[in-house]
């Protein structure tokens, strides 16, 4: 009788150990990838291979990204051991420049990584280069003229040609050269006129090129209207 009590035991703690022991583990080929370097606007897509290297089902619970990456299964939210999915990713670079790194998080019943963290990471080069970057003319009183000048650097690697210059408002306007070589730069002089009634001013100089393709650039402007 307490040869069989032993071994009921010892068949329990087996199982019991079985119970424990089998989990799912989440193993990614490469977590970081390095698109090293792109031009403004373009997209970088990259696949994270990842697998099952446990021994119970792997379930992906939810796929989440950062801002400016998005990140879609391509393959089944189940994956059994031995077992392997794909994950695709894509970045948009139009708004950004310079070293740029974007994660995108794994959640999955692994017990031992609940969260992976796939980082996708590079550099965006900055196409058109404006200094400064928005226009602050502070306070202006209304219909005083105010001028403001900004230094517009073409880093497209090509000639291009701008359309005459549109602005959000009649009482903003700007000018600029027409023809822009590449590697070139040119300033561009903003005027502001605020009209009567106004207390705060803002507004858009927006600049439209053209060379082997559109682009389209705005520059804000803002202001305080004070008497």
């Avoid at 090509?158 to 027409?178: I, K, S």
């Avoid at 009567?196 to 305080?224: E, N």
Wanted: glycine share 8%.
């Amino acid at each position: 009788m307490r040869s069989f009590s032993v071994l009921l035991l010892f068949c329990w703690v087996l199982l019991a150990g079985g119970l424990v022991w089998a989990a799912p583990r989440l193993v990614v080929d490469q977590v970081e990838y390095n698109f090293g370097s792109v031009p403004q606007g373009e997209k970088v897509q990259h696949s994270f291979t990842f697998s099952n290297a446990g021994d119970a089902p792997l379930i992906v619970q939810k796929v989440r990204s950062s801002c400016g990456c998005t990140a879609a299964l391509v393959t089944s939210r189940n994956l059994g051991p031995g077992e392997s999915g794909e994950l695709k990713t894509s970045f948009d670079s139009a708004r950004f420049r310079g070293d740029v790194s974007k994660t995108v998080y794994l959640y999955t019943n692994d017990p031992l990584a609940p969260v992976m963290q796939l980082v996708i990471k590079g550099q965006v080069r900055e196409l058109f280069a404006l200094t400064p970057r928005q226009v602050q003319f502070g306070r202006v009183a209304p219909g005083q003229t105010v001028e403001a000048s900004v230094t517009l650097t073409n880093n497209t690697g090509e000639d291009l040609v701008f359309d005459p210059v549109q602005t959000t408002t009649p009482e903003l306007r700007a000018d600029l050269d027409e023809q822009m070589s590449a590697g070139e730069s040119q300033d561009i002089r903003i005027f502001l006129k605020p009209k009567p009634g106004q207390t705060r001013f803002s507004g858009y100089v927006m600049l439209k090129a053209v060379g082997d393709k559109p682009y389209d650039l705005r520059l804000p402007v803002y202001a305080t209207v004070e008497e």
